[in-house]
């Protein structure tokens, strides 16, 4: 991956904002995969960026970062105590950070720790705002690069893989139950080298698909009985993530959950439709909300998301008043419309789509299986 | 679980400190286990108590909350369109917060964010600091109450059991990769009634375990080869976790790597022995640190920590200075010391420990596997 090169284009807008030195933390309380993004180390560590374009990761696993960090310096944390002002007070000094200079610091920063960062930093400018480099980064990541894009293709490969081998081995009774069924997934991505799963897969039984996360995520209830189920999951390589959604529907079924697998299924390729460079998210997610309210049903989550380094990232496809996204080639999200009923059990229907300069291009196979 | 009672101890607290409303949100950015333990509730959601004693939970996932959560209202959050100011301003209402009154936000609560509650919930004192009801809450779940340690000694027999099985197995050549070894105990536990697991298990072949937490989690590569292999795994039951690590050792062994299995025994022993009613943690973390140092070792991470609904919790058995937790009957917590070798690669042990009116009882049967 190029990391410098993505470096370079936070640098140049640091330039443009006039900002000396950038911190991003990634730690267990609080993850931020900015860090890996720009940096290549997938774990704990604290990343300074500095306007005479340097970069300096201070990891947890000084080990981990001589194998995985492309950057200038590097630092262990514990030389820290792993306090991160520590480290932002000497970063300053390995970076000559010019006196009264401006340190910008990731706006999830609490509010409390904001107040000890100003206090011990004083020495400088300390600016932590909801539009400074968290939504910078954000609209850097959303345009995924070829090397980017060439993972996704083969990732697909990958995943679209796995729903086919799910299938027949449900079909076929091999996969009887919810844990069946996601460790057999587990299984087979690191055996085809994958790194693993992208977020705990979810697979439940037509006794608790009625929730839009199922919990526990899964069990050892039956799967694929009758009426409807769901499996949720994604594949992980060099940190990116598929995400996709499969219904499992065994008759009988009633006249609702047929219902509300054909409106699922029409809101998918409603929003497709509408997939194309330029479009403002919301419009979309909006135009889905009202296909269902037209039925008097109503969709408790997003319609979708990009995907990338964290499962769930920039453009989101919501119908808040505040979502402000707009598509663009490069692209990668999904569209995973779905209804959830206490009695009748949930469906929803997600696939994964790269949008290019001709158009969308649905990189994976979800299906509804009927049974 | 005993909910009511558990809010019962914030409500006194809130008293004390003259707090009208607290508000806490557990959700995908920023977990929050403290909902779970007040509510009952599992999955994302905006919990507010409220001084006359009534707690309204706000859920993502309403038919999920009306099967987990136990509170005297329940609002569903796409309400709000999941805005949690919007929940706050119409908490203050439902819950009959007199005008002027103290709300009191999370201390994780982003400086922008705090911003924003402070301009739109003008009407109210908006409080966010660090040693308020945060450090309050961790303090009250600190110590496990009966349900919670009927909880932990079920589940270390299921964590036990999990051990034995997979010593044996690997043992045998049953499980050979790092994969088989971590799917194994994902399919055995959930057979078993468990919810899974605590954490992504870490299981680490001798190539890979001289990471402190290895990356990818596990892979095919192989397990319990010659040399140090390091399983780190957790059951999960009611929302609560074991923590457990075992290294196994296979021959032949180089002198640094016998010579660092036998300190790390060795650090374990010397923890063990000081544990007990009112020691400060960071004395038995810096006793560890020190045996250490006079073999011109070190350790990369803490002693040790608590465990309950979070793998990681309160009380830290850190060595640094600003560490003031005390060890005190009815805590449950790790004892982990670790040597990692980017040569030779690494070995930790790690049990958990039930402090009892009568000293240290270790719940848990790790060891150190000699092949």
Not at 88 to 115: H, M
Not at 164 to 174: C, F, I, L, S, T
Request: proline share 5%; charged share 25%; with cysteine.
């Amino acid at each position: 991956m190029s990391y410098s090169e993505r470096r370079e284009k936070v640098y140049a807008w640091m330039e443009t904002e006039g900002i000396n030195l950038v911190m991003l933390q990634d730690n267990e309380d609080r993850r931020d995969s900015a860090v890996r993004w720009l940096s290549g180390h997938p774990a704990d560590a604290v990343l300074f960026l500095s306007s005479d374009r340097k970069a300096l990761l201070v990891p947890w696993d000084i080990n981990m970062a001589q194998l995985y960090a492309s950057c200038d310096m590097l630092i262990p944390f514990t030389a820290y105590s792993l306090d991160p002002v520590n480290a932002l007070l000497d970063a300053t000094y390995n970076l000559k950070t010019p006196a009264g200079g401006k340190i910008e610091i990731s706006s999830v920063t609490s509010y409390p720790d904001f107040l000890r960062y100003v206090e011990k930093i004083s020495d400088y400018d300390i600016i932590c705002r909801k539009d400074g480099i968290k939504p910078e980064i954000d609209r850097l990541r959303m345009i995924k690069d070829d090397d980017e894009i060439r993972v996704y293709r083969a990732l697909s490969v990958f995943t679209n893989q796995v729903m086919d081998d799910v299938e027949k081995n449900v079909r076929e009774g091999v996969l009887r139950t919810e844990v069946d069924v996601a460790i057999f997934i587990e299984y087979t991505v690191r055996q085809q080298g994958c790194d693993g799963t992208g977020f705990p897969t979810l697979a439940a039984g037509p006794g608790r698909s009625f929730g839009i996360h199922a919990f526990p995520t899964y069990t050892s209830a039956p799967f694929a009985g009758p009426g409807l189920s769901i499996l949720d999951f994604g594949l992980v390589m060099h940190g990116y993530t598929t995400d996709v959604t499969m219904t499992f529907a065994r008759e009988p079924l009633s006249a609702r959950q047929e219902k509300n697998l054909g409106l699922v299924i029409k809101a998918y390729d409603l929003a497709l439709s509408k997939v194309k460079d330029g479009v403002l998210c919301r419009t979309i997610a909006q135009a889905v909300d009202m296909f269902f309210k037209k039925s008097r049903r109503s969709m408790p989550h997003g319609l979708g998301h990009g995907i990338g380094l964290q499962p769930h990232e920039a453009p989101f496809l919501r119908s808040r008043a505040d979502n402000e996204w707009h598509l663009a080639p490069g692209m990668i999200f999904t569209i995973e419309p779905g209804l959830y009923d206490p009695v009748e059990g949930g469906c929803r229907f997600e696939n994964d789509v790269l949008l290019t300069e001709n158009g969308p291009e649905v990189l994976t196979e979800s299906r509804i299986v009927r049974m």
